[in-house]
């Protein structure tokens, strides 16, 4: 064993654990005041505004689709298939995810982001005219494939395009501009059902990808040249695979049926079998720092949509509530969110990533608690509403502290494949967890008291919840640790 003894100086790890880039610096250790640049600036403001739109656009569809689905599997008699409609979009999504990744990491994201775009915009014209429910399908998976190239092109967008100081502030943005969807697109897409048809809200959303694009593409040619990833054998195979188990288990979470087991046994087979080559090695123990910061991204998705998907149906058939009044539960959980993710971006913040990523899922727990309060008679159903802000307020703090340190510690050639692990890894805590609610609410909704049934769902989501606060810390790189005690540190020859 050699001793050596190392300083933190400009640029390094900081005496209190955090690194470059976690408090809002840039990553060459200079300031905001140093650069002089503001994400509305000349610099960033047509690339600042065009991934915002762009997230508006999706964020709207997701809102709106959601909203007319019912009707529009009714009028295409494909009521039985309902489920597929959101599962053939998981599927493929997931799919374009990883292979997305790669060729951002082989050629640079201009090509995927062109593609993804078009495929997102054919996939809304393919539903929007489909006069049977397999067009439709067909229609929706080639939404997914779009929608999936999309998320990750922007992660790699925003790791090349913009310095370290920056970064809070775009993920702030991009959770800010779900707000907006998620309060009037409901109402717009069900207001348009009612007096058109369900196809306009499809349709109408194809010229609003235009003006997007005309702003983002003229910056990616201008993006610096990275040296290519090596080429990664075998992903597109297990990238599929993935795809299909996460949609075998969303499937099956939702058709509580024989053959359901045989389906979720298939889903978890593929599952073993891909993901440990997906995801950071590590990930599935939660090893410290990037494997922990891709394994806490689901556990925060899964708590927290596993919670709320039921928390309109419990206010509503439990509490008596109006669907209208019980979903501004959801939309204050959503201002809740917008609100922390500002807030972690702010210049003058100096709490450390993983601190604040441990005070997001204290939030989160604390919100989670008051929401299964609010099923108990004794309580005021109301209490749901700052449950929802609470823990919105935790993912709002910790969601995009994660994002931030994702594109931190992974090598910039490698931020497509890292982006593509992190939207992997919520849409299986997502798809694991809202599926088990879905599973707990079949079986005990016709057995057991209205009130045990969403006790016990959301007891679920608060055990997963109080996992991210023990972890929480985990996302620290190991050298990081060393850094955090004495200046000191011990390296092993060999």
């Not at 983002?216 to 040249?225: K, Q, T």
């Not at 807030?343 to 899922?361: E, Y």
């Not at 939030?363 to 209490?383: D, E, I, Y």
């Not at 088990?436 to 045990?452: E, K, M």
Request: with cysteine; proline share 6%.
């Amino acid at each position: 064993m050699s001793v050596s003894r190392e300083s933190a100086g400009p640029g390094g790890t900081r005496p209190d654990g955090t690194g470059p880039g976690e408090n809002g610096l840039a990553e060459n250790g200079a300031s905001e005041g140093a650069a002089g640049e503001r994400l509305l600036g000349p610099t960033y403001r047509s690339l600042t505004i065009g991934i915002v739109a762009l997230v508006l656009l999706v964020a709207f569809e997701a809102m709106a689709v959601t909203t007319v689905m019912p009707v529009a599997v009714r009028q295409l008699d494909g009521l039985a298939f309902y489920a597929w409609a959101f599962s053939g979009f998981m599927t493929a999504s997931m799919f374009a995810t990883i292979v997305a990744g790669e060729v951002c990491d082989r050629i640079g994201p201009v090509v995927p982001f062109v593609v993804g775009v078009l495929l997102f915009t054919v996939g809304l014209v393919v539903a929007g005219v489909a006069e049977t429910m397999l067009v439709f399908l067909v229609g929706r998976m080639i939404q997914g494939l779009g929608g999936g190239a999309l998320v990750v092109t922007l992660y790699v967008i925003v790791g090349r395009a913009f310095p370290g100081y920056l970064r809070p502030r775009v993920f702030a943005a991009i959770s800010s501009a779900w707000v907006l969807p998620s309060i009037v697109g409901p109402v717009i897409a069900g207001s348009v059902t009612e007096q058109w048809s369900w196809r306009l809200v499809f349709l109408g959303l194809v010229p609003v990808a235009i003006a997007p694009v005309a702003l983002v593409l003229p910056r990616l040619r201008g993006l610096p040249v990275v040296p290519p990833a090596a080429r990664r054998q075998g992903r597109k195979r297990r990238a599929l695979a993935a795809a299909v188990g996460i949609g075998l288990l969303q499937y099956a979470g939702q058709r509580i049926v024989w053959w359901s087991l045989l389906l979720l046994a298939v889903g978890l087979a593929l599952m073993v079998i891909s993901l440990p080559r997906l995801l950071p090695p590590g990930t599935l123990r939660f090893a410290r720092g990037l494997p922990s910061v891709v394994g806490m991204r689901g556990l925060f998705a899964g708590a927290f949509f596993g919670a709320q998907a039921f928390i309109p149906l419990m206010l509503v058939e439990h509490r008596g509530w109006s669907t209208t009044v019980a979903g501004l539960t959801l939309t204050v959980g959503a201002l809740g969110w917008s609100t922390a993710a500002w807030w972690q971006g702010r210049p003058s913040v100096r709490t450390s990533r993983p601190n604040l990523i441990k005070a997001g899922a204290t939030f989160l727990t604390c919100g989670l608690v008051l929401v299964l309060c609010s099923a108990f008679p004794a309580v005021p159903g109301w209490v749901a509403a700052p449950g929802c802000v609470l823990a919105g307020l935790g993912m709002g703090l910790a969601m995009a502290s994660l994002s931030v340190l994702l594109l931190e510690y992974a090598p910039t050639h490698e931020h497509g494949a890292s982006g593509a692990a992190a939207q992997m890894a919520d849409s299986l805590g997502n798809v694991s967890l809202v599926g088990g609610a879905g599973v707990i609410f079949a079986l005990l909704h016709d057995r057991a008291d209205p009130v045990a049934v969403f006790v016990a769902i959301d007891a679920v989501m608060i055990a997963v919840a109080v996992a991210t606060v023990l972890l929480a810390l985990r996302v620290r790189q190991p050298d990081r640790l060393d850094h955090a005690l004495p200046t000191t540190r011990v390296t092993s020859t060999g």
